[in-house]
């Protein structure tokens, strides 16, 4: 059974910085795009910041020149850096991998972590 764990979520002033980090474990034979999404309360999930396995990012326009997203393929894991934090961020953040998990169903499948919360207020 394949599971993604977040951690690094919590209370913060507007103006701090939090890091985020995402784990993947289990039975599987490779990741492709690992992204970030978030969940503000009353609001649709949104995706914040992509990777592929190669290094390419892709970033939500209001996160731009803040967040940093970055991963490591030898350990299953993606960080998500994120600076000049604002109210506004205030969501559960959500880790999100596409796994291929048996050369079986060649086809990559997606999976979700269980969230982690991040407040930003003063």
């Known amino acids: 059974q394949v599971q993604l764990v977040e951690s690094g979520g919590g209370l913060v002033q507007p103006g701090g910085s939090l890091r985020l980090s995402c784990a993947a474990s289990?039975?599987?034979?490779?990741?492709?795009?690992m992204r970030w999404y978030r969940q503000a309360p009353g609001k649709q999930r949104e995706l914040v910041a992509a990777i592929s396995s190669g290094g390419s990012t892709d970033y939500a326009d209001s996160v731009k020149g803040r967040f940093t997203i970055s991963r490591v393929n030898a350990r299953s894991t993606a960080s998500l850096q994120m600076n000049s934090l604002k109210p506004e961020d205030t969501a559960v953040y959500y880790c999100?991998?596409?796994?291929?998990?048996?050369?079986?169903?060649?086809?990559?499948?997606?999976?979700w972590g269980q969230g982690t919360q991040v407040t930003v207020s003063s």
């Open positions: 999100n991998a596409d796994l291929l998990l048996s050369y079986d169903m060649p086809a990559y499948t997606s999976h």
């Open positions: 289990g039975r599987f034979i490779s990741i492709a795009v």
